[in-house]
């Protein structure tokens, strides 16, 4: 399965765009981008997902790039709530499970 | 549909004991999932269950684990002899295959 690379930690104001990157530089063609978030003593949470073009829902945006060798989660007005563990999944159909694998994530802090 | 809901939310048990956990699953949801979480470290797959049929086994589930889906719907974790080091947050998770995963809240194992 393909890897991924975030920064260990991020900050950003509340009501300001949150920014997320993720590396996924080895990911191949049928290989999905999941965002999940783990706010802290929960289960983890599913944001969104996408494969090649750019995707939105009522939680966030995802943007992968034409290449898609690396992703931007955009969280558009952050709030104190939205403080969390985010991860960037890469997670394939290959061999049929679906499964993830979590690497650490970015804590991202929402200032007030 | 509230969701995949997890029982007991938190266990003590004294090493060398036998546990058992559960997980209710999103009723129309064909796949179940269960992973591990220690202590500042993402979720580790450990197993998954297409209907009552378990599909996939991580080598991190030694022979003291078990675990079952009777009938397709919960599923149970087993843990017999427990050690220190299985004390960890035992996280589930269900879909519809090749679609999002849904968490539930976890079980908090503590082994004394």
């Known amino acids: 399965d393909a890897k991924t690379t975030q920064p260990t930690s991020m900050d950003c104001a509340e009501g300001r765009a949150a920014n997320l990157p993720c590396n996924h530089s080895?990911?191949?063609?049928?290989?999905?981008v999941y965002w999940y978030r783990q706010i802290h003593s929960q289960g983890p949470q599913y944001i969104i997902h996408g494969l090649k073009n750019n995707e939105t829902n009522e939680m966030a945006s995802l943007i992968i790039t034409e290449d898609r060798k690396s992703s931007t989660l955009i969280l558009p007005h952050a709030t104190l709530r939205d403080t969390a563990v985010y991860y960037c999944?890469?997670?394939?159909?290959?061999?049929?499970?679906?499964?993830?694998?979590f690497g650490s994530g970015t804590r991202l802090l929402v200032r007030p | 549909d509230t969701g995949v809901s997890q029982n007991p939310r938190h266990k003590i048990t004294k090493r060398g004991q036998n546990v058992t956990v559960r997980c209710d699953p999103i009723?129309?949801?064909?796949?179940l999932y269960w992973y591990r979480q220690t202590l500042g470290q993402g979720p580790e797959f450990l197993t998954y269950f297409q209907n009552e049929a378990q599909l996939e086994k991580s080598r991190l589930l030694s022979d003291r684990f078990s675990a079952e889906r009777p009938k397709g719907s919960f599923s149970t974790l087993e843990i017999q002899r427990t050690e220190q080091g299985d004390s960890a947050m035992y996280l589930c998770a269900s879909s519809l295959i090749r679609n999002e995963q849904y968490f539930g809240p976890g079980t908090r194992l503590t082994v004394t």
């Open positions: 080895t990911i191949s063609g049928n290989e999905y």
């Open positions: 999944i890469v997670s394939s159909g290959r061999d049929s499970s679906y499964k993830l694998i």
């Open positions: 009723s129309e949801h064909n796949r």
